[in-house]
């Protein structure tokens, strides 16, 4: 079995060389630590990472938890994170807490245990008291998504919700709108929350009185899009556009309508949130409001890569903004479906 003496032998270069290509983040340049790679491959060289993580203190390992991982939003979250972690050679281990505050919790405490350098943490829940002193997350950087927990870390990169939902509700208002159904996420969930604030501040602004519109609360899922669509076409109602919480939800709405043979955007408009891969692809393609998916996992890795770097690093808070994306599913308001 070669070593790491054999590694060094084989490149022609020092045992601390091949050891800072191996650890992750080591100051190497790229052609010798591509002639080491080629020699690592060469001999078929194969690094005790448990040996390496108790001499330098470091797992090489980060700890991503995420909603759900299943879903396409965190998906393609994970996958910025994870394009970034590629650079700097480190490996992710990720779970889903499916929005629970136990799980969370537990899920943070298992990667703590299994010392990895750092968490990135999509939050639903503000921890508790009691979980913060169980947990101690001092001894571990952390940087939160979703919201901002101050008493787990300072650190929290945000996508600013409320101004998504103002743009989404504004969008319609300008094709006329005003008789508007709104499907928002549970109120449980913060970035429902802010999106349905914002979304009431652009009507208000647009002096559309509360009597036009109505919000009705649900998962973040397609079923809940398509119940509540179907429940529609079944009233007598004078809706003219439906917002949806997210893209999924909109899916939903989509199919629903579809089916009942209900044209989009002509006798309805339909707006969704997130821009999910399959939001071009639906049909019509949706318009939607664009949440920064691959940035906001870049910007939350350098974000923990700078507190790992400094244990003196001062909090910060980023917030990232949305924007709107037109596609083909919002046109000119109609007096009714």
């Known amino acids: 079995m070669a070593s790491i003496s054999d590694v060094a ?5 020092s045992k601390s060389t091949v050891s800072r290509v ?4 080591g100051s190497v340049s790229s052609k010798t630590r591509a002639i080491v790679e080629q020699a690592i491959a060469e001999l078929n060289f194969h ?6 993580g108790l001499k330098s203190n470091k ?12 879903s396409p939003y965190y998906a393609m979250l994970l996958g910025g994170i994870q394009s970034r972690l590629n650079r700097d050679q480190h490996s ?6 499916f929005g629970k505050q136990e799980k969370e919790a537990n899920a943070i405490q298992t990667f703590k245990s299994r010392q990895c350098d750092g968490l990135i943490v999509y939050l639903e829940n503000q921890p ?10 001092s001894q571990t950087p952390v940087v939160t998504l979703g919201l901002s927990a101050p008493t787990l870390s300072p650190n929290s990169v945000l996508v600013d919700n409320e101004y998504g939902g103002y743009l989404a509700a504004q969008h319609l208002i300008q094709y006329g709108h005003k008789n508007i159904l709104m499907l928002a996420g549970l109120p449980r969930y913060p970035d429902a929350i802010k999106r349905k604030a914002g979304f009431i501040k652009a009507m208000q602004d647009a002096g559309i009185d509360e009597t036009h519109y109505q919000i009705i ?3 973040f899922s397609e079923e809940f899009g398509y119940q509540e669509t179907q429940k529609l076409l079944r009233s007598n109602c004078d809706y003219t556009a439906i917002c949806a919480g997210d893209d999924d939800i909109a899916a939903g709405v989509l199919l629903a309508l579809r089916q009942a043979r209900v044209k989009v955007p002509q006798d309805i408009s339909v707006i969704g949130y997130d821009d999910n891969f399959h939001a071009k692809h639906t049909y019509p393609a949706l318009t939607t409001v664009r949440q920064p998916i691959d940035s906001l996992g870049v910007t939350a890795t350098d974000l923990l890569f700078e507190i790992m770097a400094d244990p003196h690093h001062l909090g910060k808070d980023i917030i990232l903004k949305p924007e709107l994306v037109e596609r083909d599913s919002v046109g000119p308001a109609v007096d009714c479906i």
């Open 47 to 52: 690094p005790n990472g448990f040996a390496q």
């Open 59 to 70: 797992s090489g390992m980060i700890g991503v938890v995420m909603v759900d991982i299943s």
């Open 9 to 13: 032998k084989k490149a022609g270069v």
């Open 128 to 137: 508790d008291p009691a979980t913060i002193k169980r947990l101690n997350y």
């Open 22 to 25: 191996l650890n992750p983040g």
């Open 217 to 219: 609360h649900g998962e």
């Open 92 to 97: 992710i281990l990720t779970t889903s807490s």
